[in-house]
């Protein structure tokens, strides 16, 4: 009998632990982790921006940044299950519009920061704090 229980209760273990794990994956890449991420990373690079010691780090953050842009660009706002289906996929153009800017934007402020042009970084940062506030109002009312 402990033969049949213990093989049995092992596998109802590892399927359990399976089963969590994937739900902790999906929760940690859903669109409100991701950006979460993208923020973080933002504000990392914007406490150093001036400093051109920090440039190959702030790089690094930004060329992450555009990856993790580049998952949210296929995924959609909560914020759509509002919005009429006549009209969803306009608003769905222009959000994954605004979120291609944000990877152009990312790209161009890593290639700043490895060409050690820390006025071009600030200015790139400063469009990329616009395009911030305009998709919240837009899209994260």
Do not use: W
Request: charged fraction near 20%; include cysteine.
């Amino acid at each position: 009998m402990l033969k049949f229980i213990f093989p049995l209760f092992l596998s109802l273990t590892i399927v359990s632990s399976s089963a969590f794990a994937g739900s902790v994956e999906s929760t940690e890449n859903s669109l409100k982790a991701n950006m979460k991420q993208a923020n973080t990373l933002f504000k990392s690079i914007g406490a150093h921006i001036n400093d051109p010691t920090k440039n190959t780090v702030n790089a690094k953050s930004a060329e992450s940044m555009a990856e993790v842009f580049a998952q949210v660009i296929q995924q959609v706002p909560k914020s759509f299950d509002g919005i009429p289906e006549a009209q969803r996929a306009e608003a769905l153009k222009g959000y994954q519009t605004l979120i291609q800017q944000c990877i152009d934007h990312s790209l161009s402020l890593q290639q700043a920061f490895l060409e050690g042009n820390n006025a071009a970084a600030l200015n790139i940062y400063q469009e990329m704090k616009d395009l911030k506030k305009e998709g919240h109002e837009q899209f994260d009312p």
